[in-house]
Structure formats: C-alpha cells, structure tokens
T-cell receptor, first 111, second 112 residues
C-alpha cells in the first residue's frame, strides 16, 4: 500500500463547478500536509498547507482529518486556469523532513 | 531572487553511463532534496542534504548518490544508468525545519 494515495482522475468538470479531491495517508507519524499544483511538464508549486482546523485561501479550502487519515481539497467556482495535477504531500518531521508525494489527481476544467 | 535553479534542463544518456545533475537552492535556503518523477507519477523522494551530509534517504539504490557543497548547492549522481532511470529529476530547497519547499524546473533525463 502506498504511503499517500490519491485518485489519479482525470476529473473533468465544467467552469464554475465545485470539485473535491481526497487523499489518504497510511503513516500515522506524518505531521504536516500540503497540496501542490503541477502544470504539465512543469515543477510542482505549493498551493496551500493543510491544518486540522481547516484553512481557506480564496476559492480553495483544505481539510485534514487525523482520525481517518485523510486530507481534502475543495475548489469552488472552477476556472479554466485551475486545470493541472494536484499533488497531496505528507511530511514526517522526525528531525529532518521525509516528504512523500501522492501520484497526483488530474483536473481538467472544461469551458 | 533566482529561486531554485537546476542544470541541465534536458539530458540524453546511454545505458550504463553515469550522469551528474546540479541544483542551486533558493537564496537563504540550506537544505536540498532530490526527487525522481516518472511520467504520470508523483515525485519520489531520493534523498535530502543538510550541512553537506545526507540526512534522509528514500528507497533508491546506491547507484544514486549526492553531494552538498559549502555554498548549499548540490549534485545528484547516478551510475550505471538504466532505461528505467528516465524521468524528470526535481530539486527542492528549504530552510532546515521550515516545511515550505520550493522546486526547481527540473532536469529531464532520457536514457536510451
């Protein structure tokens, strides 16, 4: 079983739709979580950190459920420019950071 | 601020050869991590360097080795290249214990 699992998609949604991605992690020692966005043939870029209390950045909301060991990302009012692969990341900070990426979920926003 | 820079951007090597990839971290960052990203997959952690020492390592064979220099820049070396080593190699930097990491644009390695 992979340490971080995501549905690879693709998720094809119309502009303006709300879409949610889930990610599960198996290592209970994971302490910090992030969502990265990766455009085709580009490097990943940090989208947002994920906190237990939930956090929101504009149209994006991230949630962490430690009991069930999953992380979610909600995108409201989808834009064409949101089309990308969204990578879930778990970080174990036992001294130095061990970072584990999920395989990514591909989102395609359709006009 | 130049951010994280990697060189070269593209590389073609033959099976059995050796390759060296280079990374300069973002200004103010002292920790460098390397990742391998195969097509359609998420980045896989190779190793992390801090204070010129390897601090964490993922599940990669000893053919993958690295180095960090006093100016915090880093190299990734891969010996005895296999076709399966073809991938995008990403370097990320951060300040130690600071979780926000920034990625370079990657080196696309093709082994033929």
């Amino acid at each position: 079983r992979k340490e971080v699992e995501q549905d690879p998609g693709p998720f094809n949604v119309p502009e303006g739709a709300t879409v949610a991605f889930n990610c599960t992690y198996s290592n209970s020692a994971s302490q910090s979580f992030f969502w990265y966005r990766q455009d085709c043939r580009k490097e990943p870029k940090l989208l947002m950190s994920v906190y237990s209390s939930g956090n929101e950045d504009g149209r994006f909301t991230a949630q962490l459920n430690r009991a069930s060991q999953y992380i979610s990302l909600l995108i409201r009012d989808s834009k064409l420019s949101d089309s990308a692969t969204y990578l879930c990341v778990a970080l174990n900070s036992g001294g130095y950071q061990k970072v584990t990426f999920g395989t990514g979920t591909k989102l395609q926003v359709i006009p | 601020d130049a951010g994280v820079t990697q060189s070269p951007t593209h590389l073609i090597k033959t099976r059995g050869q050796q390759v060296t990839l280079r990374c300069s971290p973002k200004s103010g960052h002292d920790t460098v991590s390397w990742y391998q990203q195969a097509l359609g997959q998420g980045p896989q952690f190779i190793f992390q360097y801090y204070e010129e020492e390897e601090r964490q390592r993922g599940n990669f064979p000893d053919r993958f080795s690295g180095h960090q220099f006093p100016n915090y820049s880093s190299e990734l070396n891969v010996n005895a290249l296999l076709l399966g080593d073809s991938a995008l190699y990403l370097c990320a930097s951060n300040r130690v214990m600071n979780t926000e990491a920034f990625f370079g644009q990657g080196t696309r390695l093709t082994v033929v």
